[in-house]
């Protein structure tokens, strides 16, 4: 059974650094493809991260060259991490996982995935 928790959200000013991560209990990471998304108030879900089971990771381009995406196959997590934030980072950010077997190509999709996280709040203050 497959069960994702995020954790590592706050508050933090423009400029500054956090690491979101979740915890990915039941998956195998060279059989899954895992992403991170995030919604704010005013947007659907959109995806800002993703790395697929041979390790090839993809971004939107908002966050290219700010955001790591990484994942600790010892502790079974995946990581983001972000640097220099923007207040426009501001979102609940969220994990999710999808076999290999099903993934249909497109990573930035919310409906590729199948299993999700409940969330974790990040907010960037000016």
């Known amino acids: 059974q497959v069960r994702l928790m995020e954790s590592g959200g706050g508050s933090v000013q423009a400029g500054g650094s956090l690491t979101l991560s979740c915890n990915s209990s039941?998956?195998?990471?060279?059989?899954?493809?895992m992403a991170w998304f995030r919604e704010k108030a005013e947007n659907g879900r959109e995806g800002v991260a993703a790395?697929?089971?041979?390790?090839?990771?993809s971004y939107v381009d908002s966050v290219k060259d700010r955001f790591i995406i990484s994942q600790d196959s010892v502790k079974n997590t995946l990581n983001l991490h972000m640097h220099n934030l923007k207040p426009d980072d501001t979102a609940k950010y969220y994990c999710?996982?999808?076999?290999?077997?099903?993934?249909?190509?497109?990573?930035?999709?919310?409906?590729?995935?199948?299993?999700w996280g409940r969330g974790t709040l990040v907010t960037v203050s000016p």
């Open positions: 039941g998956v195998t990471f060279t059989k899954y493809y």
């Open positions: 999710a996982a999808d076999p290999k077997w099903a993934f249909g190509g497109s990573w930035a999709a919310r409906g590729e995935y199948i299993h």
């Open positions: 790395i697929s089971p041979d390790g090839t990771s």
